[in-house]
């Protein structure tokens, strides 16, 4: 009986909220959280640590079972440069200013540690001691995130890296002495200045014995002067003269931009440049 009352009470109410219009129905919420990708937390062998991987999706992902190139951001963290690129690629899908891409982003803690060899250089012994960890991190990226996204996620089998300043560091090393690691290569104002500047020096000489295979790399650099500058130079010298078969590179220089101007605009350029849409496409 007292079901059958709280049934009758319940209906009258119902009743009376849609004849009143002054009985405010009920509301969603006003206020959503955005979602613009997923996250995973892998704890690594290579690191001793756990890291954030964020990956966003392009707008086809789920409309499709089209495979996507994808591309790895270095200092890829939420709270670092995910979202920014994230969003290059977002406007990209909708513009079709370049190919489709998944991008995933790597979290780095200790950037000098992680993006580093070990410098000879003793000013940056004394002031960065944690430097030199480039090769686990390389590890990480390598056997951990990419199994994890190919496994996961739709992955046509090209990879790009991109990253700036110390990041873009990491991957002229990765490409200069491991360039397996991937199929394009992309480093916005990389602080080449590191170590006096070994890598512009030993360019020629990496790229001498260049292993086969088609590859890109993008290069840009700012107003930066100096050693960094130098050595950028010395890497281009390196591409001219022993002209690597398979490699296609271009270079951006922006003394109108600061170090910390360039990121995003010369990204954009890089990602038109890497990712070209075909006729087809169009």
Not at 199 to 205: D, Q, T, V
Not at 238 to 263: C, M, N, Q
């Amino acid at each position: 009986m007292m079901k059958i009352f709280t049934c009758a009470v319940l209906l009258l109410a119902a009743a009376s909220c849609a004849s009143n219009p002054k009985v405010a129905a009920p509301q969603a919420p006003a206020v959503r959280p955005i979602v613009i990708g997923e996250q995973r937390l892998v704890t690594s062998s290579a690191l001793g640590d756990t890291r954030e991987i964020n990956i966003w999706l392009p707008p086809s992902y789920e409309k499709t079972d089209a495979r996507y190139p994808v591309i790895y951001l270095i200092d890829g963290a939420l709270d670092q440069d995910f979202p920014h690129i994230a969003g290059l690629a977002q406007y990209g899908a909708i513009s079709w200013a370049f190919e489709e891409a998944i991008v995933v982003g790597v979290q780095t803690k200790d950037r000098r540690a992680e993006l580093t060899w070990r410098s000879s250089d003793p000013a940056e012994l004394r002031d960065f001691p944690s430097n030199g960890n480039s090769a686990a991190f390389r590890r990480f990226l390598t056997d951990e995130v990419k199994p994890l996204i190919e496994k996961n996620y739709r992955a046509s089998g090209e990879d790009a890296l991109l990253g700036e300043s110390l990041a873009g560091l990491f991957i002229v090393e990765t490409f200069l002495k491991h360039p397996e690691t991937a199929d394009d290569y992309i480093a916005i104002s990389p602080s080449l200045w590191w170590d006096f500047g070994a890598l512009g020096k030993e360019a020629k000489k990496s790229l001498d014995d260049f292993p086969k295979g088609e590859r890109k790399i993008y290069l840009a650099i700012a107003s930066e002067k100096g050693t960094m500058r130098d050595a950028m130079l010395s890497l281009l010298a390196g591409l001219k003269k022993e002209k690597p078969k398979g490699v296609a590179w271009t270079f951006s220089d922006r003394p109108d931009l600061e170090h910390s101007t360039i990121y995003h605009r010369e990204a954009l350029e890089a990602l038109v440049w890497t990712f070209p849409r075909t006729s087809e496409e169009k």
